[in-house]
Structures are given as C-alpha cells and as structure tokens.
C-alpha cells in the first residue's frame, strides 16, 4: 500500500512502519521556531538603583516609589529591580 492508496478511513493497523512515517512527513509541515529567551538585567535593593542611576539614597526612594514603580517588585524587604524598563521609565519621564 502506498501513500496514493491511503485514505482517511485506511486503518492505522494495516500500515507499515515506513508508510506510516512517509504520511506524517506529508502532512507535517515542518517549522523551524526560534525562542528568543529574555534576559533581564536586574538590580537589587535601594543601592542597585542607586549605583544603576547615580543618585542618592533618598532619591533612590522616591523614584522607587514614583517613577520606577512599574519596573520594581518588593516582596517584603526584598526590592528586585528590572533595570531596562527602570531606564527607560526614567528616560521617558525626564523627556
């Protein structure tokens, strides 16, 4: 049996090895799929923000608590700081 002769109502059970593979590579198209995987520069805590800036602590502050609050996540004393949206949330707002 070859693959002109299978249908869609051939069984699986009456094909070989070979021509059930022939049938997947004619029916599969192939894609080839690059994931890019995101790296994130991140700084800790109110002197990662400090040194990534160059301000003082009580800057550092309120721009943690203004400016750079969507790229900061504070999980209790923990302050993680995703440093490329911080720059560029800082860049847009001294635009």
Do not use: W
């Not at 869609?8 to 997947?24: A, C, H, K, S, Y």
Request: charged residues 25%.
């Amino acid at each position: 049996m070859n693959t002109n002769q299978i249908t869609n109502e051939t069984p699986i059970v009456f094909l070989t090895v070979g021509q059930f593979m022939e049938l997947i590579k004619s029916e599969i198209k192939c894609q080839t799929i690059i994931v890019l995987k995101e790296t994130r520069h991140l700084v800790y805590g109110l002197r990662g923000i400090r040194e990534l800036l160059g301000v003082s602590n009580v800057t550092a502050f309120r721009y943690k608590e203004t400016i750079l609050k969507e790229a900061v996540s504070q999980y209790g004393r923990k302050i993680i700081v995703n440093a490329d949206k911080a720059l560029e949330l800082f860049k847009n707002k001294k635009s």
